[in-house]
C-alpha cells in the first residue's frame, strides 16, 4: 500500500505531540508543540513512523535502536543533557539501560503509529469497497 506523505507527517506530528504531553507528565517541559520543534527533530519522528510502517512495527526495542542509529549517524553522542547544539543526548544508550519513563516513549509511539495506520488502512479498503 502506497502511503502519502501527508498521512506520514500527520502521524509523526501526532506521536510528536503525545509524546510532548507524556514528557510533561513526568516533569519533563523541554518539548514544543510540533509546528514549533525544529526540522532535525521532525524528520527523526517522520524517519520513525516509516521505519515502523517499513518493518512492521516491531518492538520498543527496535524502535530505539533505530532512533538511536539515526541519531549516531547525524553526530549525537550520549550526554548526561540532551543538548541539540553539542548533540548530546541522555537515552543514546542501549534501551534496557534506560530509566522506564524513558522507555514508554518507544511504546507510545509504536501504538500511535500502528493506531494511524490501522485507520488509514481501514480507510483505503472501505474506499475500494465502495467503489466495486
Aim: one cysteine or more; charged letters at 30%; glycine letters at 4%.
Amino acid at each position: 500500500m502506497e502511503l502519502h506523505e501527508d498521512f506520514i507527517e500527520m502521524t509523526a506530528a501526532m506521536a510528536h505531540e503525545l509524546n510532548k504531553a507524556y514528557c510533561i507528565s513526568i516533569g519533563d517541559n523541554s518539548q514544543t508543540h510540533w509546528e514549533d520543534a525544529p526540522q532535525w527533530q521532525k524528520d527523526s519522528s517522520i524517519n520513525g513512523v516509516k521505519y515502523a510502517i517499513e518493518n512492521n512495527f516491531p518492538n520498543p526495542v527496535l524502535m530505539h535502536i533505530n532512533w538511536q542509529k539515526e541519531k549516531v549517524a547525524d553526530g549525537w553522542v550520549y550526554g548526561e543533557i540532551k543538548d541539540p547544539v553539542a548533540k548530546t543526548h541522555p537515552c543514546i544508550r542501549d534501551y534496557g539501560e534506560l530509566p522506564e519513563e524513558q522507555r514508554v516513549k518507544d511504546t507510545i509511539f509504536a501504538a500511535v503509529v500502528r493506531a494511524f495506520y490501522d485507520r488509514y488502512k481501514l480507510e483505503e479498503e472501505t474506499q475500494n469497497d465502495l467503489q466495486h
